[in-house]
Structures are given as C-alpha cells and as structure tokens.
C-alpha cells in the first residue's frame, strides 16, 4: 500500500466512523421503537419481487443483513463466491454472482449494509432486492460476449471499505463499466452520477435509456462529481474503470436536489437543513419499507436489463 492510498484509508476512515456515529446519536434522538423484523425464513418466501425483497434486510443488524444475502443466494441454488476482508477499519464479507461467461463484464454493485438506527429500506435493501430480481430474469439472457457480475458489498457506510477491498484484491481486468445502486426506491427519474466526461460505457447507458424512452434532463439525468456523498463506484474509479452512481429520484424534485448534493456546506449539515426526497430519509429511522415505490423499483430492473442489453 502506498503512502498516498494509507491517507486515503485513514480519511474515509475517520469520515465512515464520523457518518456512522453521528445517525446512531441523531436516529436515538429521533426516538420510538422499531418494528421488529419479520423471521428470515417468512421474508424469504415473499422475496420474490423487490419490494418483497426490501424485508429480507430491512431493519436488521449489519451482521443479519449480510447473513441474508448468503442464505438468499444459497436457498435459490445460485453459485457465488464470498469475498471476506478484515482491515483496522472494519471488516465484512462481500458476494459475487456471475451471469454469463463472456470475456467483457459490466460490474452491477449494491451493498447490503446500513447506518446504525436506521431500517436502510432505501439505503440500500431496495438496490439490493433489484439485483435479487434483476438476477431471476436475465441469468439465462446475457449476450455471448458480456459477463455481468452482480456485488453484494459490505461495509459501504464505512467509506464503502468492501468495494475497496473487493478493488484492491480481486482481479479487475475485463471490466469495462461500473454502476452502484443507491437510493432507488423512491421516485420516478434516473440519475447516473459523478460522471467526470463521456465514455464508452456512459454512451451505452444513455443509449439504453433512451430505447426505453426516456429523455436526457427530463426522466433522465448524468450529473457529475458530488463532493460529499460517495458510493462503491468510487473504488473502481479510482482504478481507472468508468464507475457511476445510479439513483431513482422524484422528477419534480430535480433541481431541489441538484442544489442540494452540489452545496458542501448544505449536505454536511445534512441532518440540519430541510432535504428534497429521497434524502429526507436518508441515513434515518423514517427509512421503512412503506416509503419505497414498487415502480421504482421495476424502473430500475428495466433499466439494467436494457443496459445488459446494449453493452451486449
């Protein structure tokens, strides 16, 4: 490890540790019990659309969460591979199905982690119960050139340390493009973000989009680098791959948000100022099931298989 990325560690580090310890003392200020979660084995029987899916992991422990993924995959008779880290920051352990055996991949990322006192419906059960979804449909639909393998990464609320472990340690050739799912299960436009210039993989996502009859600064939008909110893409980007972000957000809501997530004084007084949805349950313990839209939640399925489609 080299001097500059040790730095970069112990940054996102002390950022992760801040982020986390300060929804546990803002969440138990809000007060009110939680529901409980219902059994595992109940909530896997009815996971078979994605909101379904969102109680798989919804208001559970961070160790629950990643439990259910494994046993998830395990009860549908699906290979996957784990990928476990343990570093001064934290650890965890990551999941990997691929889909198709072709030599190009396209890296579909949700992680299945949350901030403490929060039931993480939207952040992030939601993106991944549409990977869960996503995975039924096209397993046996890839194109013959393209491998899409779908990450289950822990630890994202730790300055996404399962993605850059995954990135530091897992063999990254053939991947010619990133997406990390987040927030996507309120609202009706897609946004793709920290999107520095246009690429290759940004073309074939917008031409998808496009197919399926969405508009460019209308119920679609590519916005570039947020300064304060991150995600797992990150880590693949700083590897050189071309990583996004892909959020759901309420179109009427767009330019609210633009200001929002591009005012560093705004988003670290995050918990102090009024937020445009779907930040107004972001990091909270107003992050239930019941906020989520189930079309949504279809959208983005849609979405990815039309850009499994096109980077075929």
Same mark, same amino acid.
């Given at each position: 490890?080299?001097?500059?990325?040790?730095?970069?560690?112990?940054?996102?580090?002390?950022?992760?540790?801040?982020?986390?310890?300060?929804?546990?003392?803002?969440?138990?200020?809000?007060?009110?019990?939680?529901?409980?979660?219902?059994?595992?084995?109940?909530?896997?029987?009815?996971?078979?659309?994605?909101?379904?899916?969102?109680?798989?992991?919804?208001?559970?422990?961070?160790?629950?969460?990643?439990?259910?993924?494994?046993?998830?995959?395990? %009860?549908?008779?699906?290979?996957?591979?784990?990928?476990?880290?343990?570093?001064?920051?934290?650890?965890?352990?990551?999941?990997?199905?691929?889909?198709?055996?072709?030599?190009?991949?396209?890296?579909?990322?949700?992680?299945?982690?949350?901030?403490?006192?929060?039931?993480?419906?939207?952040?992030? %059960?939601?993106?991944?119960?549409?990977?869960?979804?996503?995975?039924?449909?096209?397993?046996?639909?890839?194109?013959?050139?393209?491998?899409?393998?779908?990450?289950?990464?822990?630890?994202?609320?730790?300055?996404?340390?399962?993605?850059?472990?995954?990135?530091?340690?897992?063999?990254?050739?053939?991947?010619?493009?990133?997406?990390?799912?987040?927030?996507?299960?309120?609202?009706?436009?897609?946004?793709?973000?920290?999107?520095?210039?246009?690429?290759?993989?940004?073309?074939?996502?917008?031409?998808?989009?496009?197919?399926?009859?969405?508009?460019?600064?209308?119920?679609?939008?590519?916005?570039?680098?947020?300064?304060?909110?991150?995600?797992?893409?990150?880590?693949?980007?700083?590897?050189?791959?071309?990583?996004?972000?892909?959020?759901?957000?309420?179109?009427?809501?767009?330019?609210?948000?633009?200001?929002?997530?591009?005012?560093?004084?705004?988003?670290?007084?995050?918990?102090?100022?009024?937020?445009?949805?779907?930040?107004?349950?972001?990091?909270?313990?107003?992050?239930?099931?019941?906020?989520?839209?189930?079309?949504?939640?279809?959208?983005?399925?849609?979405?990815?298989?039309?850009?499994?489609?096109?980077?075929?």
């Amino acid at each position: 490890m080299t001097g500059r990325s040790l730095l970069s560690d112990l940054g996102l580090y002390v950022r992760g540790r801040l982020n986390s310890r300060l929804s546990q003392l803002l969440n138990r200020r809000r007060g009110g019990p939680a529901s409980p979660p219902p059994p595992l084995t109940e909530a896997l029987g009815a996971a078979d659309t994605p909101l379904g899916g969102v109680r798989l992991l919804e208001g559970r422990s961070n160790a629950e969460r990643e439990a259910a993924v494994a046993r998830v995959l395990a %009860a549908r008779g699906i290979p996957f591979a784990r990928h476990r880290f343990a570093t001064f920051e934290g650890r965890g352990e990551n999941f990997s199905v691929d889909l198709g055996s072709g030599d190009r991949v396209l890296l579909l990322i949700a992680h299945h982690d949350a901030v403490p006192g929060s039931p993480g419906a939207n952040d992030n %059960a939601a993106a991944v119960a549409i990977l869960l979804r996503l995975l039924e449909r096209v397993a046996t639909r890839i194109p013959p050139r393209l491998r899409v393998r779908l990450l289950f990464t822990a630890a994202e609320e730790l300055g996404y340390l399962g993605a850059r472990a995954y990135a530091r340690h897992a063999p990254l050739g053939g991947i010619v493009g990133v997406l990390s799912l987040e927030l996507c299960g309120i609202g009706d436009s897609l946004a793709i973000w920290d999107v520095p210039a246009e690429t290759a993989f940004l073309g074939g996502i917008t031409r998808a989009l496009e197919a399926l009859g969405r508009l460019r600064d209308d119920t679609y939008h590519v916005v570039g680098r947020i300064p304060v909110f991150g995600s797992d893409h990150r880590a693949f980007a700083a590897a050189g791959i071309p990583a996004y972000g892909l959020t759901v957000v309420p179109g009427a809501e767009a330019e609210a948000l633009r200001r929002f997530v591009f005012s560093p004084v705004r988003s670290v007084l995050v918990h102090l100022v009024r937020r445009p949805p779907p930040f107004d349950t972001y990091h909270s313990s107003r992050d239930r099931g019941e906020t989520l839209n189930p079309a949504a939640l279809d959208a983005v399925v849609g979405a990815l298989e039309a850009i499994i489609a096109e980077m075929g």
